[in-house]
């Protein structure tokens, strides 16, 4: 009985029903849409870390996991090109131009002898010192094609090719023209270190590892394996900080509906009491209009997740949303939280009106 009263109540006010639900699904947006963004973009990393081919990675001293690193001397790669069971050695700049973007000096021939060289698309390899490389995803993106120019933030370049994306990054020019550019001559941020037998990898490590101890050294396997949210600096806080203001706005949200609700049913809350609704009663009918509020509300937010991750990957290429089915527990207890604390002070003062006061409200 309650619960088909709580049914026709919401059923009564359609528009602002379907309004607050809505409100509540765009929190929960809010939340899915950016872990989702944070794990698309870890995956992509991961897969292109992957396509490198390497077997190990050496980086500088004091680099973190992600993001960009410190530089060392190129000449760590003449020292790891003479270990046991190495077979090619590659290093690469890595040069920031804004935001999450980069351009990644390689030598071509040291780079395709680790991971096998890339598939061209379009155009070819460098010819001259300005030129780059582009990976289809990046020239989809930018309406970019082989032989056209692009204005990066460090200056003009010319596209020389585009290559199947997969391999570590989106932008590629050579490395001694990068180290010349960005005044890091001689140095490099990444060496990849590829062996003539994967099961020397562990081995080939500890052995790396007493020879450069301030070195993070690690296989491809367990780099990629500590890729997460966790890693990246900022982004858990910041999941955190949206994950705050999504349950302020389902508060106010619900408040707001809420007791307009209360005070638009001032006579049925009277009547209710004259029949015998206990406080508890009428608390109850309110709460659990708000509980599926949020439930809707969490629903119409994991749809809307689906748009979001259309709307990103086919307008915003270079970033990836993936679903993420394990938050959507988590958000929908975020939803239902802050709706119920809207809820609270409107339910608590319909709770206590005094049945004849509100019979005779007008």
Same mark, same amino acid.
């Given at each position: 009985?309650?619960?088909?009263?709580?049914?026709?109540?919401? $059923?009564?006010?359609? #528009?602002?029903?379907?309004?607050?639900?809505?409100?509540?699904?765009?929190?929960?947006?809010?939340?899915?849409?950016? !872990?989702?963004?944070?794990?698309?973009?870890? &995956?992509?990393?991961?897969?292109?870390?992957? %396509? !490198?081919?390497?077997?190990?990675?050496?980086?500088?001293? +004091?680099?973190?996991?992600? +993001? @960009?690193?410190?530089?060392?001397?190129?000449?760590?790669?003449?020292?790891?090109? $003479?270990?046991?069971?190495?077979?090619?050695?590659?290093?690469?700049?890595?040069?920031?131009?804004?935001?999450?973007?980069?351009?990644?000096?390689?030598?071509? /021939?040291? @780079?395709?002898?680790?991971?096998?060289?890339?598939?061209?698309? /379009?155009?070819?390899?460098?010819?001259?010192?300005?030129?780059?490389?582009?990976?289809?995803? *990046?020239?989809?993106?930018? %309406?970019?094609?082989? +032989?056209?120019?692009?204005?990066?933030?460090?200056?003009?370049?010319?596209? &020389?090719?585009? !290559?199947?994306?997969?391999?570590?990054?989106?932008? @590629?020019?050579?490395? $001694? !023209?990068?180290?010349?550019?960005? &005044?890091?001559?001689?140095?490099?941020?990444?060496?990849?270190?590829?062996?003539?037998?994967?099961?020397?990898?562990?081995?080939?490590?500890?052995?790396?590892?007493?020879?450069?101890?301030?070195?993070?050294? *690690?296989?491809?396997?367990?780099?990629?394996?500590?890729?997460?949210?966790?890693?990246?600096?900022?982004?858990?806080?910041? #999941?955190?900080?949206?994950?705050?203001?999504?349950?302020?706005?389902?508060?106010?949200?619900?408040?707001?509906?809420?007791?307009?609700?209360?005070?638009?049913?001032?006579? /049925?809350?009277?009547?209710?009491?004259?029949? +015998?609704?206990?406080?508890? *009663?009428?608390?109850?009918?309110?709460?659990? /209009?708000?509980?599926?509020?949020?439930?809707? %509300?969490?629903?119409?937010?994991?749809? @809307?997740?689906?748009?979001?991750?259309? =709307? #990103?990957?086919?307008?915003?290429?270079?970033?990836?949303?993936?679903?993420?089915?394990?938050?959507?527990? #988590?958000?929908? %207890?975020?939803?239902?939280?802050?709706?119920?604390?809207?809820?609270?002070?409107?339910?608590?003062?319909?709770?206590?009106?005094?049945?004849?006061?509100? =019979? &005779? *409200?007008?």
């Amino acid at each position: 009985m309650v619960n088909r009263l709580v049914i026709e109540n919401l $059923k009564h006010r359609p #528009i602002r029903t379907l309004l607050s639900a809505v409100a509540i699904g765009v929190q929960v947006t809010m939340v899915l849409t950016l !872990v989702g963004v944070g794990r698309g973009v870890l &995956a992509d990393y991961a897969n292109r870390s992957r %396509g !490198v081919g390497a077997d190990i990675w050496v980086k500088a001293p +004091g680099s973190s996991l992600i +993001g @960009f690193s410190s530089n060392m001397p190129d000449k760590y790669l003449d020292f790891l090109r $003479k270990q046991p069971h190495v077979v090619a050695v590659a290093g690469t700049l890595v040069q920031p131009i804004g935001g999450i973007n980069s351009i990644t000096g390689i030598d071509l /021939e040291s @780079f395709d002898a680790v991971s096998g060289g890339f598939r061209f698309l /379009e155009g070819g390899q460098f010819r001259q010192p300005k030129d780059i490389l582009v990976d289809d995803v *990046y020239a989809r993106s930018n %309406g970019v094609h082989a +032989g056209e120019t692009v204005d990066l933030p460090n200056g003009k370049w010319h596209v &020389a090719g585009v !290559v199947e994306s997969g391999k570590l990054s989106r932008m @590629f020019a050579q490395l $001694k !023209v990068l180290q010349d550019m960005s &005044a890091n001559n001689g140095k490099i941020t990444n060496a990849f270190v590829k062996l003539d037998d994967p099961k020397y990898t562990r081995p080939v490590i500890a052995d790396l590892k007493k020879k450069l101890p301030d070195n993070p050294i *690690y296989s491809t396997d367990e780099l990629v394996s500590l890729m997460s949210i966790d890693q990246v600096p900022m982004l858990k806080q910041f #999941i955190w900080v949206v994950v705050t203001i999504s349950v302020l706005i389902g508060f106010l949200v619900v408040f707001l509906s809420m007791y307009t609700a209360v005070l638009e049913r001032t006579r /049925e809350i009277g009547i209710l009491k004259a029949l +015998g609704a206990s406080p508890v *009663y009428v608390l109850g009918i309110l709460l659990r /209009e708000t509980a599926l509020l949020a439930v809707i %509300g969490s629903v119409l937010g994991i749809l @809307f997740t689906y748009g979001t991750r259309f =709307l #990103i990957n086919t307008f915003v290429p270079t970033m990836s949303q993936v679903i993420v089915p394990d938050w959507w527990p #988590i958000a929908m %207890g975020i939803a239902l939280g802050g709706a119920l604390l809207g809820a609270a002070y409107p339910g608590l003062k319909a709770a206590r009106q005094d049945a004849i006061e509100a =019979l &005779a *409200y007008d």
